[in-house]
Each structure stands twice: as structure tokens, then as C-alpha cells.
């Protein structure tokens, strides 16, 4: 599933596109602690986060990361957009919880990590 599809699903927005937009998304992770996040070692992930600050961002460009998902309408600042899009890091926004997005793209097909 790509981004767009991914945005469709939960009912938000594509708001910063990388350079890997096409790429298919076929497993997710969801967590606020990003100490959780540099375990994984996992291609094509979506990262499901309410964690809108530099950590984010910082974190999935460490773990090479180019999907993210803000749920609870959470907005990246202007900071953090400069950042993902030099990066190539993808991001979408939606105001769902975080369980609700996870249930939905669980049920669209996305498979978990773990």
C-alpha cells in the first residue's frame, strides 16, 4: 500500500512527500518511545506515532525509516518538514487515535512488526 492509500485509509494527508512516495508499505509499528523504534530493523515500515517534535524525525532517519503517520491530529512544525523532505521521509497526518489508524490499516492489510 503506498502513502496515498496509506492517508486514504485514515481519513488524512499526505503533507510532506519524499522521493519514495511509490514505495509499497507492508508492515507498521506504533509507539510514542522512540528507544522502541531503533530496534526495529524492518523495510518498507510505517511508522504510527502521536510524537510530533525533532525526536521523530531524527529517529527514523537513524533507523531509515521513510513513512510516518502522526495520528491525533498532531502537525510536525515547519522544522521537522525541512528536515523529512531532505530526508526523504514521508509524512501523513489524520486525527485518529492511534488504535483506531492501527485497526484500520490492520484491516487494510498492513501487517505489524511484531
Not at 17 to 30: D, L, P, T, Y
Not at 52 to 75: C, G, P, S, W, Y
Amino acid at each position: 500500500m503506498d502513502i496515498f492509500e496509506i492517508a486514504k485509509q485514515v481519513e488524512g494527508s499526505v503533507i510532506c512527500q519524499g522521493n519514495n512516495s511509490e514505495i509499497s508499505v507492508n508492515r507498521a509499528f506504533a509507539s510514542d518511545l522512540m528507544s522502541d523504534v531503533l530496534t526495529l530493523s524492518t523495510d518498507s515500515l510505517l511508522l504510527i506515532t502521536g510524537l510530533a517534535n525533532m525526536q521523530t524525525i531524527r529517529t527514523a532517519e537513524m533507523a531509515d525509516i521513510k513513512n510516518i503517520l502522526f495520528v491525533r491530529n498532531k502537525k510536525p512544525t515547519t522544522e521537522m518538514l525541512a528536515i523529512a523532505r531532505q530526508e526523504g521521509i514521508n509524512i501523513i497526518t489524520c486525527s485518529k487515535s492511534m488504535f483506531a489508524a492501527c485497526s484500520i490499516l490492520h484491516g487494510a492489510g498492513i501487517k505489524p512488526v511484531y
